[in-house]
């Protein structure tokens, strides 16, 4: 009997510590999932800002920051198990250079792209770029193979973390010259100069199917992480392309891109 006790007990024990590596591992993977939305949203822009103007990029570039900041707060604030601790040390660090990297970006995208100091900025947010190749380098490395290996020696299949590769191109974006040239093309002015009516209108706004209401509150019901779900009408006479929407709430933004939208 007492050795169906201890068995018993065991078998309970290595269940709950499975369950808490494979919440880890789900935790890590939502936040690296969102990590490349906010990657991609910030590079696409970088690379055809379109019709943004200066005012507009700073504050979507700012909105970037934030994303990341977030990122880094959850990372911190992980229920990381025992087993899991060296991973999750490096993987703060990894997030701590994206965080960083974004809050310099960040703080001299105003000067960058204006007339005094812009030489001084650009090179800054270039040297950025390469704190973004560290991290991405140490996630591979070390982060990424050491939370699997810890997810495979306890039996666990099916929940091992992604990639996460937030600078998409270090053959260019570590080139101080692109950067710059990325940057003199945010003007406000369309690249596509397509004449006639142009204009996009926000339709509506919903949570798991639910609609919002503006100046209002709605209760919503959701099982797991909500959905956000926007909806967006081309009012204009022309195909737009490249169009960011992002959503912020309690001081968190999240962000989406349409590809295309045809008129109407």
Do not use: Y
């Given at each position: 009997m007492l050795i169906l006790i201890v068995l018993g007990v065991k078998g309970c024990l290595d269940a709950r510590a499975r369950r808490a590596l494979s919440d880890y591992a789900r935790n890590v993977t939502q936040i690296v999932d969102e990590t490349q939305q906010t990657s991609k949203a910030f590079?696409?822009?970088?690379?055809?800002?379109?019709s943004l103007s200066v005012t507009e990029f700073v504050n979507q570039v700012s909105a970037d920051r934030s994303a990341m900041d977030n990122y880094a707060s959850r990372i911190d604030g992980l229920d990381t198990p025992g087993d899991m601790s060296h991973a999750q040390n490096s993987l703060e660090l990894v997030y701590e250079l994206r965080s960083g990297a974004m809050n310099e970006i960040a703080e001299k995208m105003s000067t960058a792209l204006g007339d005094v100091g812009s030489e001084q900025a650009r090179a800054s947010v270039a040297r950025q770029m390469r704190k973004l190749l560290a991290s991405d380098e140490l996630y591979a490395a070390v982060s990424r193979p050491e939370i699997n290996d810890v997810l495979a020696a306890n039996g666990i299949d099916g929940s091992d973390v992604p990639k996460s590769v937030f600078l998409p191109d270090e053959t260019k974006w570590l080139d101080e010259g692109e950067v710059s040239a990325a940057l003199d093309s945010v003007t406000g002015s369309s690249t596509s100069s397509t004449p006639g009516v142009h204009g996009l209108g926000l339709i509506g706004t919903s949570i798991g199917g639910t609609e919002l209401v503006a100046e209002s509150t709605t209760g919503v019901l959701s099982e797991g992480t909500?959905?956000?779900?926007?909806?967006?009408?081309?009012?204009?006479?022309?195909?737009?392309?490249?169009?960011?929407?992002?959503?912020?709430?309690?001081?968190?933004?999240?962000?989406?891109?349409?590809?295309?939208?045809?008129?109407?």
């Open positions: 590079f696409a822009k970088l690379s055809d800002p379109g909500p959905e956000v779900e926007v909806t967006v009408q081309n009012q204009g006479e022309s195909t737009e392309n490249g169009i960011n929407v992002s959503v912020t709430v309690n001081g968190n933004t999240l962000q989406g891109t349409i590809d295309s939208i045809g008129a109407g």
